[in-house]
């Protein structure tokens, strides 16, 4: 097992030096991205951006956006495809722009995991949304019976996909379903009138995610139990 460091000094404005450290060659998707500011670099509130890239296997970013308080973190690979991962953190509200900063980006089997700023974790920011749709008997034949599964989605929370699942009369929210990162979020065995159409809503924020059917609150979760913290 060989492992990979890689630091870069002076990578780009405002950046004293980043470095990669990658534990094992075998898991490039497992490591620890780090990006030491140099001193006052962000008294101007100027985006200051840290990527690194080798095509075409990795490639990871962490962009500090200083004037909304947020920090975009992007991992994937260089060869053209989407990011596998990705995930917007917030800055302090009272952060103190003067001085020395380190940002270090923790992540696992191609999951960003966390991001923390001179030691300290930030939260990630999810930007709010609702979505809306119609569960149709007819559309979706035997829906709501034994044996038979349906799927909806995807929808975009935190960085990560999430779909709305019925197994029978069971609804359950996942998120990553089907990969090494799949998460049950929720699950309820719902009291339904198969011969009708049901309404699904789902509103989220950065503090919590509500899920109704037609109508009625059946589920509340904070953002925060769930955000890509496991």
């Given at each position: 097992m060989a492992g990979i460091r890689k630091r870069q000094n002076n990578p780009a404005p405002g950046i004293d030096y980043s470095e990669l450290h990658i534990p094992d060659d075998s898991h490039?998707?497992?490591?620890k991205y780090t990006l030491s500011l140099q001193p006052n670099a962000l008294v101007n509130q100027e985006v200051i951006n840290g990527i690194i890239i080798n095509i075409p296997i990795f490639q990871?970013?962490?962009?500090i956006n200083?004037?909304?308080?947020e920090v975009p973190v992007l991992l994937g690979r260089a060869d053209g495809s989407d990011p596998i991962s990705q995930k917007s953190f917030s800055l302090?509200?009272?952060?103190?722009?003067?001085?020395?900063?380190?940002?270090e980006a923790m992540f696992e089997s191609w999951e960003i995991k966390a991001l923390t700023m001179n030691g300290m974790n930030l939260p990630i920011k999810a930007k709010p949304g609702t979505i809306n749709f119609w569960v149709d008997p007819v559309k979706?034949?035997?829906?709501?019976?034994e044996g038979i599964?349906?799927?909806f989605g995807p929808f975009d929370l935190c960085g990560d996909r999430c779909f709305v699942v019925f197994e029978g009369k069971i609804l359950s929210l996942i998120k990553n379903q089907s990969t090494?990162?799949?998460?049950r979020l929720f699950s309820k065995e719902l009291e339904t009138d198969p011969t009708m159409r049901h309404m699904i809503t789902i509103t989220w924020s950065n503090k919590?995610?509500?899920l109704y059917f037609d109508g009625e609150r059946i589920t509340h979760l904070n953002t925060s139990d769930f955000n890509g913290n496991q």
């Open positions: 490039l998707g497992t490591g990871m970013s962490i962009n200083p004037g909304p308080k302090p509200q009272n952060i103190g722009l003067a001085g020395t900063h380190r940002f979706n034949p035997k829906i709501f019976q599964n349906y799927k090494k990162r799949e998460i919590e995610l509500n």
